[in-house]
C-alpha cells in the first residue's frame, strides 16, 4: 500500500494474473482436498477441479446476480479472536443473525440440525446434547461442555432427565460456537465431546440502541403461541460506559392431552409368555380431558455493562435470570400409540419448574505484548418436577401390592379402596462458583499462546419424595408385609465436586505455511457423595434405609493436545490432531445383593465382591482428527470436513439392575465418522448450505452391563445432516425480499428404558429416524423492520425423540415417548432503532479525505473513501473513479472489479447492504466513464476485509470504502 492517507491508493495485486494464478491455486486446492477426504472417507470426491473458472467467468455466470462470497465468521473457540476458515478446530457457529434468518429460538433446534451434534429432550430447559457419539447416559457429569460467555454450566448431577442444561432465549445472542471433538486442554472436564458456547452481545458505549421482535404462532393439535423480546443498549458516558437490557417471553401452547380414564382398564398378560399388553385405554370411559397438558411459559432477562475506564481496561459485569413452568412432559403413551395422548387413572399433573441465576464479571487489561483476562462466574439454579406413576404400581406385572391384590377391597386396582393414586416430587438444586485467569499473547509473531488457571466449586443435592395415600394395599419390601408408611421411596443424595486446572496452549510458526500446536491440561478433581434411600419401595424396606455414608474421591488427570497445520493458501487450511478428554468418577447409592429380587439381579451382574460397586471411576476418550478448512471460487464455495476416530476407554454406563439405576465402568468403545459443512453462494440470489455427519461405533460394555445388544452406545444417531436453501433479492432500494427451506434429518438410534417388573436388566428400544422440514419468507426494509411468514414441521412430523424416564416403577407394556411440536405456522416481526442491530447509525460529520494525489498512469487498484453512513460520491471520489476509468479503458480489460467495505458500526445485515450500495455508486459512475455494466463484477464485504483494524462499533474512516482493481494494461 503506497500510504494509508492517500485517497488513491496503489496496492500489490496478488491477483495481477487471475486465470493462471486462480487456477493454479485452485488445481492445488482440489487436489489435497480430495486426497485427504477419499484416503480418509472413502466414500466422498470433490469434483470442482474440472469446474474451476477464472474469478471473473464465475461471476460472469450470473448477471445480476451478487458475487458476495461466504461471509466469514469471528470465533474465539481458542480463547483468541480468529475465523472459522483459519481456527483447525471442527467447528460451526452461527451469527444471531444467522439465527433469525433461520428463525431458530431454540439450543436444541439448533443442536439437531447441527453435523455430529445429538440430543435428549423432554421441553424446555431439558435437554441434552451429545457429540460424535459420546452418550453421557452414564456417570454424574455430561460430556459436552456448555458455556454462556466465558461461564461454565454445569449440568445437574443426579437429576432424573439426565445433565441437562438450560435452554435459554438466543435473542441479542452474538453467535453460538458449536466445537466438534474433546476439547479438554481449553474448557477442561465435560468437554470431552465437544463445547457449547452461547456468546452474547455485549454493551456498546458508542450508540444507543434496541430492538423489539414478537413472533405469533398457532400448533397443530395445540393453539396460541407468542414469543416477545426486547433490547435496548444504552450509552452512558461516551465510549466509556455502556448498560444493555434484553427482555424475553416465550408462551407455548401444548399439543399433549393428558385424559383421566375411569375405570381404569387394567393390563393383560398372557399365562404362556408372560408377555403383556396394556388394557384399552383409548375406550375406556373419560372422566376428565386437559388439552395442552405441556403447555410452557419461559421469562427470561439479560443485563450487562461494559465499562472502560482506560483504553487497556475493560470491565464487563452481567447477570442473566431465567424461569421456565410447563404443566407437563412432552411425551405420548407408546399404547396405544395416539402420539398427542396421555392416559392415567388418577387426576394427576405433572408440572416441571426450572429457575436459574447466572451472575459473572469479565476484566481484561491489555498490555504491550499480552492479554490478561479474569473470568468470574456464580450461578444458582433449582429444578423440580413431579412424577405421576398410579399405573405403574397399580399394575399385576409389578407385583408391588401386597399378595399380587390378594385381599383388596373391591374394586382393587384403581379404586379409590384399592392401591390408590402414586407420585413422586424430584427436586434439583444445584449451583456453582468458577473463575479463571487467563493470560493471552498478542502481536503476529511466529510463537502465539494462551495459559492461566481455573477454578470451580459446584454443589448439587438431588432429592425425590414418593408418596402412596393408600400405602396398607402395598407390600414392604423389607418385611414382605403391608406397608406401615405412605413414603414409598424417598432419595436424599447430595454431591460436590471441586476442580483445579493449569493449561497451556502454544502455537509456533515453523514456517509461513506449518504451524505446530501443542497444549496441556492438568486437572485435579475433589469429589464427595453420598446417598440415602429409605421407604417401604426401597431395597431393604422402610425400617433399613440404605446410605452409602460419605464417598470421597481425589482424582487427577491430565488432557495433552497436539495439533499441526498446513495453510497450502490463503483459501486451503489442512489440520491433524490428536487430543484427550477425560471425566471424573462418582459414587453410586448402596442397593442390595439378597432375597428373592435382588440376589438374582446381583448375580447376574457378575461382581466378585459380596456387595455392588460404590465408586466408579474416570474414562477417557483419546481422538485422532484430520480436516480441512477449504473456499473455491472467490469464496462462493466453503467445504470443511474432518474424519476421526476415538477410542473411549473405561466408558461410563449406566445400569439397571431391578431398575435400579447404576453407574458402572465398561471396557471400552471405538468410534470411527466424519463431518462436512458447505456452504454455496449458487448465484441469482440463491444460497445453499448443507451438512452431513455419519459414524460407526463400538461397545465393549464388559460383564457388568448386561442391556441387549450390548455392542451399541445408547442415545446414538449414526447419521444426521442439515440442507438449507436461501434465496435473497432486492425488491426496489428499500425493501429486500427473503426466503428459505431447510431440513434436518436424524437417524435411528437406541433408547434406554426400564423392563418389565422386577427383572434383572433394563433394555433398548430402538427409535426410527425422522427428519423435519421449515420453510420462512419475509420482507426486509431499510426502515428497520423486518416481517417473515414461517412454517415449522412442514410435514407435521411426530418424531420419536427418546424414551421418558421416571424413577418409579415403568413396564415395558408403558413407555412414554418424548416428541417433537406438530406443525406450527405463524409470524415474526421484529424493529430495530437507532444504530445497532440493523438500523442506520446516526450521522456524524463528513469526513474529509486527505488530497487527492495523481494515480499512476496504468495503477491496477485505486481506493475511494466515502462519508459516515453515505452511498454517494463525493467530488474527490468521482475524479478518482475518472481516472480509473480513463486508465482501464486504452487497456482493454476483460473485468474491473468493485468492493464495497464498510467499518464496523451497525449490524452485519445493514453494513452488508450500506457496502453493496457503495460498490453500486462507484460502478455506475464507472459506467458514465464508458466501462461496459458487463464488465464489472461488484462484491459486498460490509465490515470484513477492515483495512485499519479495530473492535466492534468503532468507526475507522479508512474503512468506509470502495476498491476498483481490473485486470490488462501495462504493468506498474
Known amino acids: 500500500m503506497s500510504g494509508s492517507n492517500s485517497a488513491v491508493i496503489a496496492i500489490a495485486d496478488r491477483r495481477s494474473d487471475p486465470v493462471n494464478a486462480f487456477r493454479s491455486r485452485a488445481a492445488r486446492r482440489v487436489a489435497l482436498l ?187 393439535g395445540g393453539g396460541f403461541n407468542h414469543n416477545d423480546n426486547v433490547m435496548i443498549n444504552i450509552p452512558l458516558v461516551d465510549d466509556k460506559l455502556a448498560l444493555r437490557i434484553v427482555g424475553s417471553e416465550n408462551s407455548t401452547s401444548g399439543w399433549i392431552d393428558r385424559i383421566v380414564a375411569k375405570p381404569f382398564p387394567l393390563t393383560n398378560i398372557n399365562p404362556a409368555t408372560g408377555i403383556a399388553t396394556r388394557g384399552d385405554v383409548q375406550n375406556a370411559p373419560i372422566e376428565k380431558d386437559y388439552p395442552g397438558s405441556n403447555a410452557y411459559q419461559i421469562f427470561g432477562t439479560r443485563v450487562s455493562a461494559l465499562w472502560r475506564p482506560t483504553d487497556n481496561l475493560t470491565i464487563k459485569p452481567s447477570f442473566f435470570y431465567e424461569s421456565s413452568r410447563q404443566n407437563g412432559v412432552d411425551a405420548y403413551d407408546s399404547a396405544p400409540g ?41 450461578w444458582y439454579r433449582k429444578s423440580t418436577q413431579v412424577e405421576e406413576a398410579s399405573e405403574e404400581f ?33 427436586s434439583d438444586p444445584s449451583r456453582q462458583i468458577s473463575e479463571e485467569l487467563r493470560f493471552a499473547s498478542k502481536g503476529d509473531g511466529p510463537l502465539t499462546w494462551v495459559a492461566g488457571a481455573y477454578y470451580s466449586y459446584f454443589f448439587s443435592r438431588w432429592t425425590f419424595a414418593g408418596t402412596t395415600p393408600n400405602f396398607s394395599a402395598y407390600e414392604d419390601l423389607g418385611t414382605l408385609q403391608r406397608a406401615t408408611t405412605p413414603n414409598w421411596f424417598d432419595a436424599d443424595e447430595p454431591s460436590s465436586m471441586g476442580q483445579y486446572a493449569l493449561f497451556g496452549d502454544a502455537t509456533y510458526a515453523i514456517t509461513d505455511q506449518l504451524k505446530a500446536d501443542v497444549g496441556l491440561r492438568w486437572n485435579n478433581y475433589d469429589y464427595k457423595f453420598s446417598a440415602c434411600i429409605s421407604g417401604w419401595g426401597s431395597g431393604l424396606g422402610a425400617a433399613h434405609p440404605s446410605c452409602s455414608g460419605l464417598i470421597k474421591l481425589n482424582q487427577y488427570e491430565l488432557n495433552p493436545k497436539f495439533n499441526l497445520t498446513y495453510t497450502v493458501d490463503p483459501d486451503l487450511m489442512v489440520y491433524a490432531t490428536v487430543s484427550n478428554g477425560v471425566r471424573p468418577g462418582g459414587g453410586d447409592a448402596v442397593y442390595p445383593t439378597t432375597g428373592g429380587l435382588w440376589g438374582p439381579a446381583f448375580a447376574g451382574y457378575h461382581f466378585n465382591s459380596n456387595k455392588w460397586p460404590t465408586t466408579y471411576q474416570s474414562d477417557s476418550v483419546w481422538s485422532y482428527e484430520i480436516g480441512e478448512k477449504a473456499r473455491f471460487f472467490d469464496h462462493r464455495l466453503t467445504v470443511n470436513a474432518s474424519v476421526y476416530y476415538e477410542d473411549w476407554s473405561n466408558i461410563q454406563l449406566e445400569a439397571y439392575p431391578n431398575v435400579w439405576a447404576l453407574n458402572i465402568n465398561g471396557n471400552d468403545a471405538h468410534i470411527w465418522g466424519g463431518d462436512i459443512d458447505t456452504v454455496t453462494v449458487l448465484g441469482g440470489g440463491f444460497d445453499l448450505r448443507a451438512g452431513i455427519g455419519y459414524l460407526y461405533e463400538t461397545l465393549d460394555s464388559g460383564p457388568h452391563w448386561q442391556i441387549k445388544p450390548g455392542n451399541v452406545l445408547p442415545d446414538v444417531a449414526r447419521i444426521n445432516g442439515d440442507v ?81 424416564f421416571q424413577l418409579n416403577e415403568a413396564t415395558s407394556t408403558f413407555n412414554r415417548v418424548v416428541t417433537n411440536q406438530p406443525l406450527t ?23 474529509t479525505p486527505p ?113 476498483i482493481v481490473y485486470d490488462g494494461g501495462p504493468t506498474t
Not at 395416539?338 to 491489555?366: Q, R
Not at 468492493?899 to 453494513?911: I, L, R
Request: aromatic share 8%; net charge negative; hydrophobic share 35%.
Open 724 to 804: 438449507i436453501l436461501a434465496y435473497e433479492t432486492d425488491l426496489t432500494d428499500k425493501y429486500t425480499f427473503k426466503a428459505q427451506i431447510e431440513n434436518s434429518y436424524t437417524g435411528s438410534r437406541y433408547s434406554l428404558a426400564f423392563g418389565n417388573g422386577f427383572e434383572v436388566n433394563g433394555q433398548y428400544i430402538k427409535l426410527p429416524g425422522y427428519d423435519l422440514t421449515n420453510i420462512r419468507f419475509g420482507i426486509e426494509s431499510d426502515d428497520n423492520w423486518e416481517a417473515s411468514l414461517f412454517v415449522n414441521n412442514l410435514t407435521n412430523t411426530h418424531a420419536q425423540l427418546e424414551n421418558l
Open 338 to 378: 395416539v402420539t398427542n395422548a396421555h392416559y392415567e387413572p388418577f387426576d394427576i399433573s405433572e408440572p416441571l419448574t426450572d429457575k436459574i441465576a447466572v451472575g459473572s464479571l469479565t476484566v481484561n487489561y491489555s498490555f504491550d505484548g499480552f492479554d490478561v483476562t479474569s473470568s468470574t462466574g456464580m
Open 825 to 847: 405456522g405463524g409470524i415474526d416481526l421484529t424493529f430495530h432503532f437507532s444504530g445497532l442491530g440493523g438500523s442506520e447509525p446516526a450521522a456524524e460529520a463528513a469526513y
Open 34 to 220: 480430495t486426497g485427504t477426504i477419499i484416503a480418509s472417507l472413502g466414500a466422498i470426491s470433490l469434483p470442482f477441479a474440472a469446474k474451476a473458472q477464472p474469478q471473473s467467468s464465475v461471476a460472469a455466470a450470473a448477471p445480476g446476480a451478487s458475487a458476495e462470497g461466504v461471509e466469514e465468521i469471528v470465533v474465539t473457540a481458542q480463547k483468541r479472536s480468529s475465523t472459522i476458515q483459519a481456527t483447525p478446530v471442527s467447528i460451526s457457529a452461527v451469527t444471531g443473525l444467522g439465527l433469525q434468518e433461520r428463525g431458530i429460538t431454540s439450543l436444541a433446534t439448533l443442536a439437531q440440525a447441527t453435523p455430529g451434534v445429538s440430543l435428549k429432550s423432554e421441553g424446555p430447559s431439558q435437554t441434552e446434547i451429545e457429540m460424535r457419539g459420546m452418550t453421557s447416559s452414564g456417570g454424574n457429569s455430561p460430556t459436552v461442555g456448555f458455556y454462556l460467555d466465558d461461564v461454565p454450566l454445569t449440568g445437574p448431577a443426579g437429576a432424573q432427565n439426565g445433565h441437562v442444561i438450560i435452554d435459554p432465549s438466543l435473542y441479542d445472542l452474538n453467535r453460538i460456537e458449536i466445537l466438534r471433538g474433546p476439547q479438554g486442554t481449553l474448557y477442561g472436564a465435560s468437554s470431552m465431546g465437544g463445547t457449547v458456547r452461547l456468546i452474547t452481545n455485549q454493551a456498546d458505549p458508542s450508540a444507543f440502541a434496541g430492538s423489539a421482535q414478537t413472533i405469533l404462532s398457532g400448533t397443530d
Open 394 to 426: 397399580n399394575n399385576p406385572t409389578t407385583a408391588a401390592t401386597f399378595n399380587s391384590n390378594n385381599g383388596l377391597p373391591n374394586p382393587g386396582y384403581y379404586g379409590p379402596n384399592g392401591s390408590g393414586p402414586e407420585s413422586g416430587h424430584e
Open 851 to 963: 488530497p487527492v494525489q495523481a494515480p499512476q498512469p496504468a495503477a491496477r487498484s485505486y481506493v475511494v473513501f466515502f462519508d459516515f453512513n453515505k452511498s454517494d460520491l463525493t467530488p474527490e471520489a468521482v475524479s478518482i473513479v475518472d481516472q480509473a476509468a480513463k486508465n482501464a479503458s486504452p487497456a482493454k480489460a476483460a473485468m474491473l472489479t468493485v468492493t464495497g467495505h464498510t467499518d464496523t458500526v451497525g449490524s452485519d445485515a445493514y453494513n452488508m447492504r450500506l457496502s453493496r450500495r457503495r460498490a453500486e455508486s462507484v460502478a455506475a459512475q464507472l459506467e458514465k466513464d464508458g466501462i461496459p455494466s458487463s464488465e464489472i463484477t461488484l462484491l459486498a464485504k460490509g465490515k470484513r476485509e477492515l483495512l485499519v483494524s479495530t473492535g466492534d462499533g468503532v468507526r475507522e474512516p479508512q474503512n468506509r470504502r470502495v476498491t
